[in-house]
């Protein structure tokens, strides 16, 4: 199922985006074979009966017509989603949606009942406070499993300060607000975190939920939720999903009666993605070299909202040896308005092309136009 390491897409591509960069000042770029790839690689898994693709993390035309292709399904968190899904994927089933909203109004739940969405709760405040919603409703439960983890303390999901899911400690309760609503269970749901590289996380989660399934008589679901990190460098070795699908039978064998689903976001598209934009001026402060581009934070906001690293390089001078240290910088006026900090990189001048790598989750959907500056156009290959 995995396949071997091979060169970067876009160093095989290069010339594509190359010619992308002559009609764009700044764009991004999807690389379509290398979604379906990534699907095709998590949908093999024998452990795994559904792959919901969480469209928080792109939700690119072509990229969510590439993945419903390729077999996934669809974790949607508003009605904004399901509503874009629906334009544009008119003939996508209602079952290949789970609706997960959080601390959401009154009206959004009933408007997903009223579409006939699956439908998860992740607080018992809903049944306690709309029962009558409820009655007859079949339902997933987002659990907090007091597992994860994640890349940044903003994406942890479980414990204490994170706001999401039922306490482990709440079931009982859980279990009588259901039954007086007159609702079922059918599904027993959690999210752990994001950019968590450790294949056994799932096992403990699958583990963690097992408490709250096995008080459901209807419960044939564990959704265990996305998270998978993606390599940040090229020569980084990629999520072991054979080690995860190994940990997930072992798993179904204890647990026969349960069907698995995964909910990825980031490793279906991550890497599938990158930023292209041009060098704008070049500055030398103090010991400091800037190199400024002409998008920044407006289009990528993760190193500045999570310190995250994102692989930046000349792709104009791609064989050019590195001879200084650089600061990649953009056009916003805030001094976290960085894309990459102390990277060693060629001598750069203005009109490069600079590429930023693994751009395809989390960049075009954070997006702002902070500054009225326009977010870049998405271009698929
Ligand atoms: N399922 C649920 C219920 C989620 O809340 C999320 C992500 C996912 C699945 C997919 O997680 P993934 O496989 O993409 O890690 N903006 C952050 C990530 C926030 C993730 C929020 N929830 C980032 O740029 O790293």
Redesign the pocket.
């Known amino acids: 199922m995995q396949r071997k390491q091979e060169t970067i897409w876009w160093l095989r591509k290069r010339d594509e985006l190359l010619k992308v960069a002559g009609r764009h000042l700044n764009a991004y770029v999807y690389d379509l074979e290398s979604i379906e790839n990534a699907a095709r690689d998590i949908l093999s898994m024998r452990s795994v009966s559904r792959v919901l693709y969480?469209m928080?993390?792109n939700f690119n035309a072509d990229v969510l017509r590439t993945l419903a292709r390729s077999g996934a399904d669809f974790?949607c968190?508003s009605p904004g989603e399901v509503r874009h899904l629906r334009e544009v994927l008119p003939d996508n089933a209602k079952d290949r949606i789970l609706f997960?909203p959080n601390f959401a109004p009154r009206d959004e739940y009933e408007w997903g009942i009223k579409e006939g969405l699956r439908v998860t709760l992740d607080n018992l405040y809903p049944l306690k406070a709309w029962p009558e919603l409820f009655d007859g409703q079949r339902l997933f439960i987002r659990i907090d499993p007091n597992q994860g983890g994640g890349?940044h303390e903003h994406?942890v999901?479980v414990g204490k300060r994170s706001k999401f899911g039922v306490s482990l400690s709440e079931l009982d309760e859980l279990k009588y607000l259901v039954g007086a609503a007159g609702a079922t269970v059918i599904g027993i749901h959690a999210?752990s975190g994001?950019?968590i590289n450790e294949p056994d996380n799932w096992a403990a989660v699958a583990d963690a939920l097992i408490e709250a399934a096995d008080r459901f008589a209807d419960v044939t679901v564990l959704d265990l939720?996305?998270?998978?990190g993606v390599p940040e460098n090229r020569g980084d070795v990629r999520f072991d999903l054979s080690a995860l699908d190994e940990r997930l039978m072992a798993f179904k064998k204890q647990h026969p009666k349960y069907e698995l689903w995964l909910?990825?976001?980031?490793?279906l598209v991550a890497v599938a993605g990158v930023l292209l934009a041009h060098v704008t001026q070049l500055k030398g402060k103090s010991e400091m070299r800037y190199v400024g581009v002409s998008t920044g934070m407006n289009s990528l906001i993760?190193p500045a909202l999570?310190g995250?690293y994102h692989e930046i390089v000349n792709l104009t001078r791609i064989s050019d040896e590195a001879t200084e240290t650089v600061t990649v910088v953009g056009p916003i006026c805030e001094s976290g308005d960085k894309l990459g900090t102390d990277r060693p990189f060629p001598r750069s001048q203005e009109n490069d092309v600079i590429l930023i790598a693994n751009a395809g989750?989390?960049g075009r959907v954070?997006s702002s136009s902070y500054n009225l500056r326009d977010i870049p156009p998405e271009i698929t290959l």
């Open positions: 969480a928080k993390a974790d968190v997960t890349h994406v999901t999210h994001s950019g939720g996305g998270g998978f909910e990825p976001g980031r490793y993760r999570y995250a989750a989390y954070m």
